[in-house]
Every structure is written in C-alpha cells, then in structure tokens.
C-alpha cells in the first residue's frame, strides 16, 4: 500500500469509526433513558419517531440552538476550553481500539483499526486518564462552589480508582506477554478442554481482575454508584452546573464515549474480543467478527445501565474507603496469585 492510498484509506476510516462512534453516544443515552424507564414503570422517549428512535436528533437539534450563557465572573480561557478537552480526549482513545480482524478485498489488505500500534493499551490508559483535566478545570473555571466541589470530587475519585484498575490489567499483561491491543486479542484464540474459550477471564484468577476493572471503571466514568462528582442532590450537577447548550452536550458526550471505550477494552482484556464461531461465505466470515464484538460491548453497556437503575449512590466518604482501602489491596492480592501461577506453570 503506497503512501497516497494508506492517507486516504486512514482518513476514510477515522471519519467511519468517529461517525458510528458519535451515533452509538446518542444511543446509548436513548437506551438507558429506555431501559431505566421501564425498570422504574415508565415509558422513557416514545413522541420523536417509532419508539422515540429519533429522540437524539431531537436532542441533539436543541442543544445547537439553545442559548449559550456564559456566567459572570468565570474564567472565560478555560471556562470554554474545558468541555473541549474533555470530549476529545474522549473520542481520541478510540483511534487505536481493534473492532475486528482484518478486511481482505483482493489484494488490500487493512486491519479494522484506525491504527495498529505496539502500545496500544498504555495509549488509551494514557488519553482517557488526561480527560480528568477537562472535568478538574471547568470546576475550577466555573468560579461556582458547587463546580469547584465536583471537581475536586472527580479529580479525588479519577486518581483514587485508576490505580485499581491499572493494576487489575498487569495480570492480563503478564499472560499475554504485550501491550497491543491486537495481540491480547490474539492471545485469547483457541479453546481448552476443548470446549471452554481461552479468554483471560477463565485464567490464572482473571475474573477477580475483570470485576475489579469494571468496578474503577464505573468510578473512572463517573457513573452510579461512583456518581460523586455530579451528585444532583448535593451538588446541583457538579462540574457541569454552569454549563448550557453545547457546552453542556460535550461533557456528556464525554462521558458516553468513555463508557463505550471501557467496553470495548474489557472486551478485548477479557473476553477475547472478536472471538467467536464463523460460517458461510468468506465474506460474512470478515464481518462476523465485528458483530461478535459489537455484541459483547452492548454487553457491557446494558450492565452500565442496568446497575444506574438499581444500585444507591456511595457517600463521599464510603467511596474514598472502598477504592483504598478494598479495592486496592485485593488488585495487588490478584496479581501476586496471577504471578505465582505464571510462574508456576
């Protein structure tokens, strides 16, 4: 592939993943309005199109032409910048996340991928853990004290939980012997025993792994029973309060997207990413493996949900303990058996 043709099939396939991206975030938000709907006895959207399908249209529609006010007194440099920050560090990490293997059409070849690197987990470890920046900032820019309290709270909390969940991915590291994405994956292939897939979550103790990844990726999103920085009924919205129109959309695309990145990870890390049966002709045996995926990351979405519609919110006070004083001593407890069985073997 020459270097025209590699520019060209880079920029058709960032517009293809940031536009489907994009689209899953403002489902996401009309499926949990759904699903927490009918868990609480309501209907959720159903006016805007057959079963409210074009409620993020609606939304999004209004949010372009809804006024945008600047409060008095704020620091207006980061007081705009901050949502920015927030949203692209978001949406970037998802440059180097593998949807599926490779598409073969003749004599080209491309993986399903923006890019293909080495490092491809300390990239989206890195991108996501600079988000905190944008929330810490628009509280800080808001001069609002509710702004200031949720982020400080998100800053506390992002800090707090990341040591978790970087320490809950050495063990998977440590199996698969590599920090690309792509090689995890592959990694995973096969079966033992013959029937049970040779995913991560089935060894060497990974599934406490895979719970403590899950449960600081809640905390790392922001999202109940982590939900601390915003805290409606303590903090008015937190880090966000000051903020209207766009402005305000942008956070919350910032959010969604991280929650379909921390899908798409745990996927990957634990459950063999785009493993699973192919049939029929090659064609579909290209693709299959993409819907494999997808279904796994609507997975995990639909537990995002599903725990927003049943757990509590933690006081401040329980959250802080939980992170520290659990959570972090069982993530080095697991990766000492993870080495002890490596080892071992």
């Known amino acids: ?110 993986p399903f991928q923006i890019t293909d690197v080495n490092i491809g987990l300390l990239v989206v470890l890195g991108i996501t853990s600079l988000g905190v920046y944008g929330v810490a900032l628009s509280g800080w820019s808001s001069n609002s004290k509710y702004s200031l309290l949720g982020g400080l709270r998100a800053s506390a909390q992002m800090v707090s939980y990341e040591i978790a969940l970087g320490l809950s991915l050495v063990g998977v590291l440590i199996l698969a012997g590599t920090f690309s994405l792509r090689g995890i994956v592959e990694a995973q292939a096969g079966h033992f025993w013959g029937f ?24 790392e999103t922001n999202r109940i029973p ?9 903090l008015v919205a937190g880090y966000h309060t000051e903020y209207s129109a766009m402005k305000f959309a942008m956070f919350f695309m910032a959010e969604y997207a991280n929650m379909i990145t921390v899908a798409c990870l745990a996927s990957l890390l634990f459950l063999g990413g785009w493993g699973g049966p192919l049939f029929g002709p090659s064609w579909l045996q290209q693709l299959l493996p993409l819907v494999w995926f997808v279904l796994r990351v609507f997975v995990f979405l639909f537990i995002y949900i599903w725990v927003r519609g049943t757990l509590p919110r933690f006081r401040y006070d329980q959250l802080m303990a939980f992170g520290w004083k659990f959570l972090l001593p069982l993530a080095i407890a697991n990766l000492m058996v993870t080495a002890i069985v490596v080892v071992l073997k």
């Open 196 to 219: 049970i897939p040779n995913w991560f979550i089935f060894r060497g103790g990974q599934i406490v792994a895979f719970f403590i990844y899950l449960t600081a990726a809640y905390a």
């Open 226 to 234: 982590f939900d601390l920085p915003e805290a409606e009924t303590e």
């Open 1 to 110: 592939m020459n270097i025209t043709t590699f520019i060209i099939v880079s920029v058709i396939k960032t517009a293809l993943v940031l536009f489907v991206l994009l689209t899953a975030v403002a489902y996401t938000v009309w499926l949990e309005r759904k699903v927490v709907g009918h868990m609480q006895n309501r209907w959720g959207p159903t006016r805007v199109g057959p079963f409210g399908l074009l409620q993020p249209a609606a939304d999004g529609v209004k949010f372009l032409f809804k006024e945008d006010l600047t409060p008095p007194h704020v620091f207006k440099p980061l007081y705009i910048a901050a949502p920015m920050i927030a949203v692209i560090f978001a949406v970037t990490s998802i440059a180097v996340i593998p949807f599926g293997n490779w598409l073969n059409v003749g004599n080209f070849h491309t």
